[in-house]
C-alpha cells in the first residue's frame, strides 16, 4: 500500500491559488462526484473561483444529487471549459490515478495548463510525476474520505456544511457498496458519525442514489441476471456479458449497469465476478472479487487484459470478439486457481 499524504504542500498550493479546475473521472460515479463537490464547495467557502468538470456525461441519478452545483460535462461543453482551464492557476484531479488514461479528451485539456496540480485519489499505481503534490492513499475506501481528512485537517469539522457532508458520504457509500466491503476502518465510521453531525441528509442520498432507477435500467438487470448471467461454481465466480443489441432493447443510458457486477456475488459460494459490456470501441469488463484471500483482479486485469484497478475491483478493455474475451477470462480463472493451489 503506498501513501503519499503532501498535505501541507496541498494546503499551500490552494492558498496560492484562485481559479480552481476539479477533474473527475470518466463514467463519473458517486465517489468521483461526491468528492467534486464537497472539495469545490470547499474552495468556494475559501474564497476560491471554482470550475467542476467531467468528460462525459453524468448519470442520472448524480445528477440529482448534485443539486444547484454545477458540474461541466467536456462532452457537452467542451468550448467553454476550454475557456475557463485557460485562466486556472491550479488543477485538482480526483478519484483517479492516470491523466493520460483517465478521462479521455480532457486529458489535452488538463496537460494545456500550466499551472501545478494536485491529485486526490484511491487507486493503486497512481501516476505521481504527473502532479506537484498529492493525497493519495490506495488503502483509503475511497476518494471522499480523503478529502474528508483533507477538510477536517485543513478547517476542522465545523468547515463541513451539510451539502458537503451529504456529497462525501455519497462517495463513502457508494465506493463501500453501502458499507459492505473495502477498507472498513473505525475511521471511516467516526467519519460517517461526524458527516451526520455536520447535516449529512443519509437517507436523501440514498432515496436518489440508491433507489431511483429507471425502468429500463431494472428490467436489463433483471434480463442480465435471468439471460445472460453464467455461473462457474467450480471456480466460485460468474460472469455476464451483454451486447450493443441488447443494451439498446432495455434503453440503455450512461450509468445503467452500474453495481451489475457485484450482483452475482450475492450468490452464496461465489466469489469472484465478471461483467462483459459491448460499446463502440471494443468490450469494457469489470472484474469483482472478495476479501483479501480472494482473486487479485488488478493483476488479472493487467495479466490477461488490458487495464488495472484495486485488489477486490478492476476495469480493462478487450479488443478480440466476446467469445474470444469470455474463453480468456475462464482461462485465466483456470491458471489462477492452478497457481493458487500450487
Ligand atoms: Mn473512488
Known amino acids: ?20 479546475m476539479l477533474v473527475g473521472h470518466t463514467n463519473p460515479d458517486g465517489d468521483s462526484v461526491g468528492s467534486l463537490i464537497a472539495m469545490g464547495c470547499f474552495l468556494e467557502d475559501m474564497g476560491k473561483r471554482v470550475m467542476r468538470v467531467v468528460p462525459n456525461e453524468l448519470p442520472r441519478p448524480l445528477k440529482s444529487v448534485k443539486g444547484k452545483v454545477k458540474i461541466y460535462e467536456f462532452v457537452s461543453s467542451e468550448a467553454y471549459v476550454r475557456e475557463r482551464a485557460r485562466g486556472c ?33 484511491h487507486h493503486l499505481n497512481p501516476s505521481l510525476s504527473d502532479f506537484s503534490a498529492a493525497l493519495s492513499d490506495t488503502s483509503a475506501s475511497s476518494t471522499c474520505y480523503l478529502v474528508y481528512k483533507l477538510i477536517t485537517g485543513m478547517a476542522g469539522a465545523e468547515s463541513i456544511t451539510p451539502r458537503m457532508a451529504s456529497a462525501i458520504y455519497l462517495g463513502m457509500a457508494t465506493d463501500t457498496g453501502k458499507f459492505s466491503y473495502g477498507a472498513l476502518t473505525p475511521d471511516l465510521f467516526r467519519a460517517v458519525a461526524v458527516l451526520v453531525e455536520r447535516g449529512a441528509d443519509i437517507m436523501a442520498v440514498d432515496m436518489a442514489v440508491f433507489n431511483s432507477q429507471s425502468e429500463g435500467r431494472m428490467r436489463l438487470v433483471g434480463f442480465a441476471l435471468s439471460e445472460k448471467m453464467v455461473v462457474l461454481h467450480g471456480r466460485r465466480a460468474a460472469y455476464i ?37 459491448e460499446t463502440g470501441e471494443g468490450i469494457k469488463i469489470s472484474l469483482r472479487s472478495r476479501g483479501a484471500d480472494g482473486l487479485d483482479v488488478n493483476t488479472f486485469a493487467r495479466t490477461y487484459f488490458t487495464g488495472g484497478g484495486h485488489r477486490n475491483a478492476a476495469g480493462a478493455k478487450s479488443f478480440v470478439s466476446m467469445d474470444e474475451t469470455v474463453s480468456r477470462f475462464i482461462e485465466g480463472l483456470r491458471i489462477e486457481d492452478e497457481k493458487r493451489r500450487g
Open 89 to 121: 492557476d491550479l488543477v485538482i484531479c480526483m478519484d483517479f490515478n492516470d491523466i493520460s488514461s483517465r478521462i479521455g479528451a480532457l486529458s489535452e485539456v488538463v496537460d494545456g495548463c500550466e499551472c501545478p496540480r494536485i491529485l486526490i485519489d
Open 1 to 20: 500500500m503506498a501513501e503519499y499524504y503532501d498535505t501541507e504542500k496541498i494546503a499551500a498550493l490552494i492558498s496560492a491559488s484562485s481559479e480552481i
Open 241 to 277: 456479458t451483454l451486447t450493443v443489441g441488447e443494451l439498446n432493447r432495455f434503453g440503455h443510458k450512461s450509468g445503467d449497469t452500474e453495481g451489475l457486477v457485484n450482483m452475482p456475488m450475492q450468490i452464496e459460494g461465489i466469489d469472484t465476478s465478471a461483467l462483459f459490456l
